[in-house]
């Protein structure tokens, strides 16, 4: 499986800035997800990136709150824009495996206060 | 998407001991399956695929019954270092490509020393 580092780990945000999430891939791969664990919950999908093209978002996410940068075919980046409290998640970036599997980052821990 | 429901638990176990959960499926049309494991504060980290036939590995077993839509995993002689959240997860996407997944919330599993 690849080696997936993301960046940061942990941030602890006011309300009303942007934080950008990075995730480095030690490999080059087609698709990179990105997710969002809330406390207490399952893992969503927020959208897939691309390389190449814009980013695909699921139900419930647009561009404007959550832009994806992809541009190689080994890194991406999420940023979480005007963050209220309900914002404070885990963010996790992910890679597919050759069953169709996630492999994840580390995940970044935020906070909006 | 279709919704995966696992029992939240915990399950306080006995080291040593057995134990089995299941997760169930609401979309007859998912591809394949897979258990993960999270620890508190860590990301999900892929445990096993589940396939039609059952398969094992070690002490860890996964059965799949397509019929009645639920997954199993069951660990033998339980250890200390299987305390953790089991992620059922099944994808839905006929390609079996990552974007597919659904996540359940996990099951907490408590080993007692």
């Known amino acids: 499986s690849a080696v997936i580092s993301q960046k940061p780990s942990r941030d602890i945000c006011q309300r009303g800035t942007s934080l950008t999430i990075q995730c480095q891939v030690d490999s080059q791969v087609t698709m990179m997800f990105w997710y969002r664990q809330q406390p207490g919950q399952s893992l969503t999908l927020i959208a897939t990136a691309n390389q190449g093209s814009e980013a695909t978002y699921e139900s419930g996410f647009v561009i404007d709150k959550f832009p994806i940068s992809r541009p190689n075919l080994t890194f991406s980046t999420l940023t979480v824009s005007n963050m209220s409290p309900e914002d404070s998640s885990i963010y996790l970036c992910?890679?597919?495996?050759?069953?169709?599997?996630?492999?994840f980052g580390q995940g970044t821990r935020l906070t909006v206060v | 998407r279709k919704e995966v429901e696992q029992d939240p638990g915990p399950f306080n176990v006995p080291e040593g001991a057995t134990v089995a959960f299941n997760c169930t499926y609401s979309n007859s049309a998912s591809q394949s399956f897979f258990w993960y494991r999270q620890d508190c504060r860590k990301e999900p980290k892929l445990l096993m695929s589940v396939y039609s036939s059952g398969n094992e590995d070690g002490r860890f077993t996964a059965q799949l019954n397509r019929a009645s839509q639920y997954i199993s995993l069951l660990i033998r002689d339980s250890k200390l270092s299987d305390s953790a959240t089991y992620l059922c997860?099944?994808?839905?996407?006929?390609?079996?490509?990552?974007?597919?997944?659904?996540f359940g919330k996990g099951t907490h599993l408590i080993i007692q020393p």
């Open positions: 992910s890679v597919e495996g050759a069953g169709g599997e996630a492999f």
């Open positions: 997860v099944v994808n839905t996407d006929s390609g079996g490509g990552a974007d597919g997944l659904t």
